[in-house]
């Protein structure tokens, strides 16, 4: 008999959760909402919320709108995205992560008290994913973003060093840029490293790895766009080669499971619980109409 499990753990955090209850609520109220850029890195999901009347606009749409209404992201937002809300009258639906948005402070914090010293910031991070993007506003446009050890030539070796990463990324990738940036910058300069992955998602590299060393065969449901699914998908792969990144029930090959008798379906942050109850029961009626 065929068993498929979801996993448990897998589906939104916190930070996503509530951005997309905040955009229902507002659209049960009538009316239009703005959401600048995807308000998750699945585009089912937003393509359901633009169903129910969301409109999803870039940047340079939002330096132009006025006198509306604007839900910003789990993701954060750079101080600019501010002013320009107080200038063009834009009331903010502000659904900012809370571990995002202590992240901002922080970085804004250590780039005011370093100010005039010979210093840099580094965020371990994607450069131009939107988090990032906020993070490094915080410092005006002067933190380094550093996402593999190949970058490490950004860096000057005889400045003070703060490091920080994006709350998303991999805890074991980040400890081994922090190695790398203390090998590299002289003895005699300050480095100074920050935990700042999200412990939800840190504990979820080490779930998801279990999830997929106890099933045969495994369909990580995730959006193109999503960097945590990317690094969790990798960690699926590393433990369980028979692992298949899916958008959706459309992209299952459903010949990979007639000879299997564990399935395990599991997703990203940013991966809908109801979209993985959708793959399960799509295979479960290929398997009952065989």
Not at 47 to 57: A, E, N, Q, S
Not at 241 to 258: A, K, M, R, V, W
């Amino acid at each position: 008999m065929l068993n498929i499990e979801i996993d448990q753990y897998s589906g939104f955090c916190f930070g996503v959760t509530t951005a997309i209850k905040k955009a229902e609520e507002e659209l049960e109220n009538g009316g239009i909402l703005y959401c600048l850029g995807d308000i998750v890195h699945n585009s089912i999901e937003c393509d359901r919320l633009k169903r129910m009347g969301l409109v999803t606009i870039d940047h340079s749409t939002y330096r132009e709108l006025h006198d509306a209404k604007v839900l910003l992201r789990a993701h954060g937002e750079p101080p600019e995205t501010y002013a320009i809300a107080k200038r063009n009258n834009l009331e903010l639906i502000d659904a900012t992560c809370p571990v995002v948005l202590k992240l901002q402070q922080r970085i804004k914090k250590k780039w005011q008290e370093t100010a005039g010293e010979e210093r840099q910031i580094v965020i371990h991070g994607q450069a131009g994913h939107a988090e990032v993007l906020g993070l490094v506003g915080q410092t005006h446009g002067e933190a380094i973003v550093i996402e593999d050890t190949i970058q490490l030539d950004k860096l000057s070796k005889d400045k003070d060093t703060y490091i920080y990463s994006q709350t998303t990324k991999s805890l074991e990738g980040y400890k081994r840029i922090v190695s790398a940036i203390r090998d590299r910058v002289n003895k005699e300069n300050v480095c100074e490293s920050f935990n700042t992955v999200c412990g939800q998602v840190a504990n979820r590299m080490n779930g998801i790895g279990e999830f997929a060393k106890s099933h045969e065969l495994i369909f990580f449901v995730c959006g193109s766009k999503s960097s945590n699914g990317k690094i969790l998908y990798n960690e699926c792969r590393r433990v369980n080669h028979n692992s298949y990144q899916i958008e959706g029930p459309e992209d299952i090959d459903f010949t990979l499971t007639d000879k299997i008798k564990s399935i395990g379906i599991c997703g990203a942050t940013s991966t809908p619980k109801w979209l993985m109850e959708n793959c399960k029961q799509a295979i479960t009626n290929y398997h009952n109409n065989k």
